[in-house]
């Protein structure tokens, strides 16, 4: 559970500094770090925007992963298991509503 607890907030967290350099255009469009979609690919007006609307949601995600793995690991038996479930959903939620909403807003970008 100490895995789920700390490695995964970790790994938003991380995928939220990147997701912030590339909204903030210090992060430029590559292939190794990023949303890399055909959509954000697409130009860097298109990587930029996919990132920004992307950002908040990735940022909110950490903040309740990191909560919710702080429970887990000062609780216990079946209450911790249950936190570390909710890590888990909310890892998993995140990055679908973050490329969702990177998806749509790459394509608005590329229609302007």
């Given at each position: 559970m100490v895995v789920v607890a700390v490695v995964f907030p970790a790994l938003l967290l991380f995928a939220a500094v990147l997701i912030q350099l590339a909204a903030n255009g210090r992060l430029r469009k590559n292939r190794l770090a990023g949303i890399r979609t055909r959509a954000t690919m697409?130009?860097?007006?298109?990587?930029?925007a996919g990132h920004r609307a992307a950002s908040s949601t990735v940022w909110i995600g950490f903040a309740l992963s990191a909560g919710a793995g702080?429970?887990?690991?000062?609780?216990?038996?079946?209450?911790?298991i249950t936190f570390a479930a909710a890590v888990v959903v909310i890892l998993f939620?995140?990055?679908?509503?973050?490329?969702?909403?990177?998806?749509?807003?790459?394509?608005?970008?590329?229609?302007?």
């Open positions: 697409r130009n860097e007006t298109t990587w930029v702080v429970l887990t690991l000062v609780a216990d038996g079946a209450v911790a939620a995140t990055v679908t509503v973050a490329l969702v909403k990177s998806e749509r807003a790459s394509a608005v970008a590329s229609k302007a």
